[in-house]
């Protein structure tokens, strides 16, 4: 069930603060057991916020829960207030809103975090001037230092702007007004400064996201619906940045903190859980879009390399191995050593499925610097890898393939080669090939080897073979024909009229209809017992 009165962000942090105070953390934790359990039972809310529920297993206890003024709670047990059975509601509640209930479990744990300031901030109000200490005008005035700051300082006072929500859920909804709050203390920088300061302010969310600092919100496996959504939100956001590129040129005194950027994300993606590649796709994107167009040489491509092999050893078992190899695959690409870059990206093929977009985006940059024998060679091998491929993975691949053709003719065979390799996997996209460069023979061997059904086939699809080749239709109609009779039924013999009547017009448009009706007399005369075929035969007006 829900409750009718969903709790703001200011009533949530002070129902933990609440919490903090009036129980006991072994209560709280003992309550949790009691959730956990399944021993809320029953729960019933009223207008305003309130609860009541019976809790317990054998002799359940009712609670009157006051979420506005938890000490005004009361509970039937002994204890009256302040007991399990109410922790065990309250966290019902938080369930029941949408919001985490481990915030509940641990309110002692944040509850040292929370000052005035903190709750002022949350909601855009001016904190009160008390003489003794603004918060606001700290953190403007720490602000004021971020020109001249290290990464790692802007990243504390990151941390120091999103303290006051702390106690929300780690949803798309936090995760806006953490960046709004970071970008509120942003002081004017230039151009390729203030990029770089977004770029960190999206990073440090991001990664707030996909490892939680806390071990209870911390899955390694798997995030949870709304944090995955506000995860996507994030690098969505920063593949925006980073797709704007960075004038380095202009202002060259970036370049320090873009290769500090690059050693934080380094770190970062890979000791991302094996699961996730949020933080691999940033660091790829850093490259492609930021570090690749500005330099002149590939020395840096080489020092890359090397810190990726020590990472390896510092790392250990905590390595991300498929970021690991995937980087190596990119970085090898952008030093044109394409076996190297091969060799990578099969091993980490092993076991797992490289992703189909980071696949597909060696090939969008070398049909971007027109590189064609080179986009060649990359789709021969991307093939495989694929391994099965949904549609629209089929169509991107079949896409690069046609423009390699168009720029490059001579490599048409290596495409067939490549399909043909493919298969099983690759029909679709060998079938649809062979119809767009009017294959039409070899499109119907397939067909009819196969048993294709004609009527399960589009219109559009045969339609080509209608106007170029309408003599293969033939054979394909007719063992269809007779398919339909073996079934015996009524939908078998109505399918074959249908089919009956698109031979009607093939043998009309290649002007052979005497050879059409010498077929059709001996079809009636051989099927004459078939009282149902020929009713099918005469509603049709094949025959009279």
Known sequence: ??????????????????????????????????????????????????????????????????????????????????????????????????????????????????????????????????????????????????????????????KTCVAPLEFGSPNAQYARKAIAAIEAVKPRLSPGMEQLYDLHAHLFMLIKLVKPAHPLLQTGTYLGYHVQVAADDMLKAIKEILDEGIGLAAEPELWPRVTKTLTYLRRQMLTESKNFNYLFEAYDRLWRRWLRPNLEDDRMFKEEIEKLKTAEEDLGDGLSRLSWMLAHSRIYFFMGEDRQAWTWLRDASKGVIVPPGFLFSFAEEIAAAEEWPRLVEWLVFIGPLLSGPRKDQADVYMDHWRMAVRHHPESEERMWEALSGMLPYSLEMYEEALLDYGKWQQWMDMQLSAGTEPLALRVSVLQPLEKEAPELLLPFYHQAVERHLLLKNRSGYKAAVKLLKRLAKLYKKMKREERWEQFLETFVSRNGRLRALQEELRKGKLIS
């Open 1 to 158: 069930m829900k409750t009718n009165h969903t709790i703001t962000d200011m009533e949530w942090q002070k129902l933990i603060a609440d919490v903090g105070e009036h129980f006991s953390d072994v209560t709280i934790k003992r309550g949790f057991q009691f959730y956990k359990q399944g021993f809320v039972r029953e729960v019933k809310a009223d207008g305003a916020g309130g609860l009541q529920a019976f809790v317990g297993g054998a002799e359940p206890q009712e609670v009157f829960l006051e979420t506005g003024e938890i000490s005004a709670s009361r509970c039937a047990c002994p204890e009256g207030s302040g007991c399990k059975h109410i922790v065990a509601v309250l966290l019902e509640y938080a369930s029941m809103q949408g919001r985490s209930v481990h915030a509940i479990v641990n309110a002692h744990a944040m509850l040292k975090f929370r000052t005035p300031h903190h709750v002022a901030l949350e909601e855009n109000e001016v904190p009160a001037q008390t003489g003794e200490f603004d918060a606001g005008s700290a953190l403007r005035e720490k602000a004021l230092q971020i020109p001249n700051a290290s990464i790692a300082e802007w990243h504390a006072l990151f």
